[in-house]
């Protein structure tokens, strides 16, 4: 793709505040000014504005106000005048019910601000997994120049001479308390080990992922996604990023003229060849609804299936985020895709230039972290897409976190109506289950949780766990956190709590998983299923107003990414009325 500059000097947006000597422009410059700033800040120049997800509650994101002020340099040297602001920040350690429930509140926040105040383009600062989502969502919908800025995952953690890998080191010591086979004081003093450094997590979760999404969609520098938080060059990326913004604001380069079909195709390989979070999925989909983009469940199977997963990065393999910088990072893994026909290479990036002209010369300076395709982790990465009857919508499925021999299988069900039922009775000996069965948790949808919580990575009772067993088919309308592993069936569309097939699955019903046919089933009759569900009744009654009221009524299925009915597309960016 060829972009077209637009002609500079070209009349700004923040003009409608600044520009002419009318009583509001002196209003809107006079008020400006009691910050210190020279009158020569305003001669035309772009006013760049830096969204910034900092909180000391979002410990990812507890680093990005140095970052922020390694922005304004970059800003201020290219000839921009930078503006700082604070949005709502989704921090997915300490938020509850969820983060999720909150990803598109911060976008509505995003949206909002940057439409009605007096900026030209944006830096996007985010970290945590869905203040990177979030941010994108937002910008999108309101069509200025805008590129995004990670915080960049933590060190690597270290206990006992192995690498402790954010979240999927949680789970697999969670596990190994229940099994008898770790001591709690052995998990206290492995928790010191976890975190640190400032960063995001250093596994392929989320956070690492959508960063790596937002440098395959081409809305970050090329390399943006994988420094480590405290190296010296995660600076220098916020400090480039600061003065490439300005260029971008003065050639108009809108995430409109980026976020194109192409642009998602080339993430959903990027994001399989990575081993990345399913919770990238919905995010995707989220994001290509804003801008009008017609990207769906069966594009994330048909263009993921082939593509093999080559970074071998926890919870899919080994190493953590810090040896994939080393490596050489996204733009290794990119160049191979490139090499291998599954990049559109002239996508348009906020360099101005194409994805392929950024990536072809990476180096891969370690072939056991980014593995060359003939020793991929799995011939086929990506995310599987499952329908059936149990999930006419679709579900999802991460094989290269799966176990090979669950990946055809078929079980008897053991039902869990919530997540309370399932914390009541997972630890519960008398529990009727075994390594053969089938875990189904329901009421956990966007609807449902409300929120969509990260649960449908269920721990396995510990009367299996005592059996050396490690991994079960778990089905629920969950998400899974990124960090997570395991044969986990997630997103099951349409949710338990919209009256989807999940809701009526019983115990002893048998299900059959057949990933290779992305096939999910559940073996009764046509006419009871029919039966139940008309049966079925809603288990709860909704929230009594408020935001989450709100949330209830205007999400959508985790099938088109769970984003608000009304926030669908573009607003664009117009001015509003003066009131002054």
Request: charged content about 25%; hydrophobic content about 40%; glycine content about 10%.
């Amino acid at each position: 793709m060829v972009f077209k500059p637009a002609q500079w000097p070209r009349k700004l947006r923040s003009s409608e505040w600044f520009g002419g000597t009318s009583r509001d422009n002196i209003y809107h410059r006079s008020w400006m000014k009691n910050q210190g700033l020279p009158a020569d800040l305003f001669d035309g120049r772009p006013v760049i504005g830096i969204c910034n997800t900092w909180s000391e509650l979002t410990p990812c994101n507890a680093h990005l106000r140095d970052l922020a002020e390694r922005v304004k340099r970059g800003v201020y040297e290219a000839g921009g005048l930078p503006v700082e602001f604070p949005v709502f920040s989704t921090g997915e350690s300490a938020l509850r019910p969820t983060a999720m429930m909150y990803r598109n509140l911060a976008s509505m926040d995003v949206e909002e601000a940057l439409r009605a105040n007096p900026v030209d383009a944006v830096v996007l600062m985010v970290g945590c997994d869905k203040t990177t989502p979030a941010l994108l969502m937002g910008a999108a919908s309101v069509d200025i120049p805008a590129i995004a800025v990670s915080g960049g995952p933590m060190l690597n953690g270290w206990f006992r001479n192995e690498r402790v890998g954010s979240g999927t080191a949680l789970w697999q010591m969670s596990e190994a308390i229940k099994a008898g086979t770790m001591s709690r004081e052995d998990f206290l003093e492995a928790e010191q080990a976890m975190s640190r450094s400032a960063g995001s997590c250093n596994t392929m979760g989320t956070a690492s992922t959508m960063a790596s999404m937002a440098e395959a969609l081409g809305m970050a520098l090329s390399g943006n996604a994988a420094i480590p938080a405290v190296d010296s060059r995660r600076r220098v990326m916020a400090q480039l990023t600061g003065r490439r913004i300005v260029q971008m604001a003065k050639d108009d380069l809108k995430p409109s003229d980026i976020l194109t079909r192409e642009a998602f195709e080339n993430a959903i390989r990027a994001n399989g060849a990575i081993g990345g979070s399913t919770n990238a999925v919905i995010h995707l989909l989220a994001l290509a609804g804003r801008v009008g983009v017609d990207l769906t469940l069966d594009d994330w199977d048909r263009l993921g299936r082939d593509v093999p997963t080559v970074v071998n990065l926890m919870p899919s393999g080994k190493y953590l985020m810090e040896e994939f910088f080393y490596a050489g990072g996204l733009p290794v893994v990119l160049k191979m895709l490139g090499e291998g026909g599954l990049l559109h290479r002239d996508a348009l990036t906020v360099s101005g230039g194409t994805q392929w002209d950024q990536v072809k010369d990476a180096m891969n300076w370690n072939e056991d972290v980014i593995r060359p395709v003939d020793k991929a982790l799995t011939r086929q990465g990506g995310i599987a897409v499952l329908r059936g009857n149990l999930a006419p919508n679709g579900a999802v499925l991460k094989p290269s976190a799966a176990s090979e021999a669950l990946m055809v299988h078929r079980g008897r069900a053991v039902v869990f109506e919530d997540i309370d039922d399932y914390k009541t009775k997972i630890n519960d000996d008398t529990l009727d289950i075994d390594e053969t069965c089938i875990m189904v948790l329901k009421n956990c949808g966007p609807r449902g949780y409300p929120g969509m919580a990260e649960v449908g990575n269920m721990g396995l009772p510990p009367k299996v766990l005592k059996k050396g067993i490690t991994d079960m088919i778990r089905i629920s309308d969950a998400r899974m956190s990124g960090t997570a592993y395991g044969t986990v069936v997630l997103h099951t569309s349409p949710e338990a709590a919209a009256g989807g097939p999940l809701a009526i699955v019983r115990n002893g019903d048998f299900i059959e998983l057949d990933v290779p046919d992305r096939r999910l089933h559940l073996d009764i009759s046509d006419a009871e299923l029919e039966q139940r569900l008309a049966a079925w009744e809603c288990p709860f009654t909704p929230p009594a107003g408020g935001y989450a009221r709100l949330y209830h009524d205007h999400v959508t299925g985790a099938d088109t990414g769970a984003d608000f009915d009304f926030l669908h597309g573009c607003r664009g960016n117009a001015v509003g009325k003066d009131s002054h």
